[in-house]
């Protein structure tokens, strides 16, 4: 399906820990709000202004007392090499580097399902989430004001225990009502259990009544075929895949409509199969089997997601994922520090977007979109939404 104002082009297992090192030259990834149909689009040839402007919607923190404790459990290695290093200082230097204002953080694999303990994952998911409200999203240091939104990570481990995901209520309220978080991270699975599992339900709801921005990053699944290559590689973007159409044949996107869903990795490989895994949707007597229902050449559900560009950017992925769900719903990602390697020098962090994008359209997956999606971090910037 062609989307309106498009244009020619031109211009390992890893799960907890992981023994083996990565055999690869570089650092690999670990790892209401303003509808985006009500975004001002400009002109596609318009000139795009530059300068520090950039919103980086996927990035990831690792304070110093996660980092001590993950080590202390044994998890020295994430994506098959060493934890990244990582400080606000190191964080901002990346930022004025490569034109970003503000990097919306999150907490990548494994979050806190290492921890044995739910009081110990309580505990360490209520640390980092105050410390990403206090010392980054709503610090008062001059140097970090402004430069950094937050998403809240989710005490959960033990999918098995009802109690996990109530506790993990009780901090996705807290973290978007009292610490005034941007969001809430989630992985796309936990102990192979997808996000439609109806264990969810209560967690599902709690998120649609906040009307949270909930970002979707990935996790090496508990078993799969072994290629001799890192997971990272692939196995990433698939069970991003995995998630997502499970929640289209789960219902949870038409039972829990305010939720705003951001895929990690450009929804992994879920825009170019899209169609596919629509069809029971297409097909009314299979549908009804399923509980699903609706006509469309890909699911509308799917194209109301929004999609990050974090180890995305190239043509290949991003033109996929325009003709889906349209510019306004692709939002600007780095990975950072996982992808540090990636970024040697400073300047342009993601030329390859001018193969897909105008200057105007560019300007707009660069800022205005996550402008629009997270108005509360747009006006701690002092930027309305677009």
Request: proline share 8%.
């Amino acid at each position: 399906m062609a989307v309106t104002g498009q244009i020619d082009p031109r211009g390992m297992r890893r799960r907890g820990v992981l023994k083996a090192a990565l055999p690869l030259g570089v650092a690999a990834t670990a790892l209401g709000a303003v509808p985006a149909s009500a975004v001002g689009a400009a002109s596609a040839d318009a000139p795009a202004p530059r300068g520090r402007d950039r919103i980086d919607v996927h990035c990831h923190l690792i304070p110093d007392f996660y980092r001590r404790s993950l080590a202390a459990h044994g998890v020295t290695t994430i994506g098959g090499v060493p934890v990244p290093a990582w400080s606000p200082a190191l964080a901002v230097d990346f930022m004025n580097r490569y034109g970003i204002q503000t990097q919306v953080v999150s907490v990548s694999e494994p979050g806190v399902t290492y921890l044995s303990s739910k009081e110990d994952r309580v505990a360490m998911a209520r640390r980092l989430n105050t410390y990403t409200s206090r010392d980054l999203v709503h610090t008062k240091s001059a140097p970090l004001k402004g430069r950094f939104g937050g998403f809240a990570v989710l005490p959960l481990g033990d999918i098995a225990d009802e109690g996990d995901v109530a506790r993990a209520v009780t901090e996705a309220e807290r973290a978007v009502g009292d610490l005034k978080l941007d969001g809430v991270g989630i992985f796309s699975s936990y102990g192979g259990t997808y996000l439609g599992d109806p264990v969810f339900e209560p967690l599902m709801k709690a998120l649609d009544d906040l009307g949270a921005m909930v970002f979707i990053h990935p996790v090496t699944p508990q078993s799969y075929p072994d290629l001799g290559l890192p997971p990272f590689l692939y196995e990433f973007t698939f069970d991003t895949t995995r998630a997502l159409v499970n929640m289209l044949y789960k219902g949870v996107y038409q039972r829990y409509p305010r939720i705003r869903w951001l895929a990690a990795h450009a929804g992994g490989t879920l825009p170019y199969i899209s169609y596919r895994t629509s069809l029971l949707t297409l097909t009314p007597a299979i549908a009804q089997q399923v509980g699903a229902a609706g006509a469309d050449s890909s699911s509308p559900h799917f194209r109301k997601l929004f999609y990050d560009t974090a180890l995305s950017p190239a043509p290949q992925a991003m033109k996929s994922v325009r003709e889906l769900a349209g510019t306004q719903h692709i939002l600007f990602a780095t990975d950072w520090p996982f992808t540090n390697a990636l970024f040697p020098a400073a300047g342009d962090p993601a030329p390859q977007l001018d193969q897909t994008f105008a200057p105007a359209e560019r300007l707009a997956v660069e800022r205005s979109n996550a402008l629009a999606q997270f108005p509360a971090l747009a006006a701690r910037i002092g930027a309305g939404p677009a």
